[in-house]
């Protein structure tokens, strides 16, 4: 590979399109990575990580923060979105510095033009740690797509179908890799696969996944 090769493949990451609507753009985020991480430090800060029960009654093994006008919340009785953490009595902080920006630029290059989030819900996953296939349904218009962003440790994504039961094929999600869904593909189910030790020089034993969404 000569440098103008290399040059190019750092400069355009490579759009892969894995269905109608859902575009996995490999280390689109890795150059803000510096950022990004010192934002998702900053929310931390205001609204420390906590994994959350669920109303199945169960303690989610992912432990989870917001930042936005609204933020996640779940617990024996509920699940959805909130202005802030009921058990923290504080509200979600504001979005840091480029969070906006690289949601906005991801969706336009993945053919979703006008994004404009209100809410990114960051999780965070050490050894073991899980998340099962669901829907991203809570949210009040379809129209408007999902835009993932991956840090630190890898893991494996489930991407499936439209029904729970649909066979899922298995992305491995790295450090920078930006994944959007909308469209025809927004409701489809998808989850990640319990998540392998090991260290990653940017973020120790962790992944962080941050999901930016128009909520209402
Ligand atoms: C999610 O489905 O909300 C998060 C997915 C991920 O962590 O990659
Ligand atoms: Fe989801």
């Not at 400069?11 to 998702?40: F, I």
């Not at 953490?85 to 949601?103: H, K």
Request: net charge positive; aromatic share 8%.
């Amino acid at each position: 590979m000569n440098l103008f090769s290399q040059l190019d493949e750092e400069l355009q990451p490579t759009h892969e399109v894995l269905a109608e609507g859902a575009v996995l753009m490999r280390g689109r985020a890795r150059r803000e990575d510096g950022l990004l991480l010192a934002g998702v430090e900053a929310v931390a800060r205001a609204v420390p990580f906590r994994q959350m029960a669920t109303p199945g009654g169960y303690r989610m093994s992912v432990a989870m923060t917001s930042c936005g006008r609204v933020g996640w919340v779940s617990d024996s009785e509920r699940n959805g979105y909130a202005p802030g953490d009921p058990e923290a009595r504080r509200m979600w902080p504001g979005m840091p510095e480029g969070f906006r920006e690289l949601a906005r630029a991801s969706a336009e290059e993945a053919g979703f033009k006008g994004f404009e989030p209100d809410t990114c819900l960051i999780n965070r996953y050490q050894a073991g740690a899980k998340l099962g296939l669901h829907q991203d349904r809570h949210e009040r218009d379809f129209r408007q797509p999902i835009v993932s962003v991956s840090l630190g440790l890898a893991a494996v994504f489930l991407w499936g179908g439209f029904e729970r039961t649909e066979a899922t094929k298995r992305i491995l999600l790295e450090h920078g890799d930006v994944l959007v869904w909308g469209g025809a593909s927004r409701l489809r189910f998808h989850g990640v696969m319990p998540l392998k030790p090991g260290v990653h020089e940017r973020t120790g034993v962790y992944r962080y996944n941050l999901t930016f969404r128009r909520v209402g």
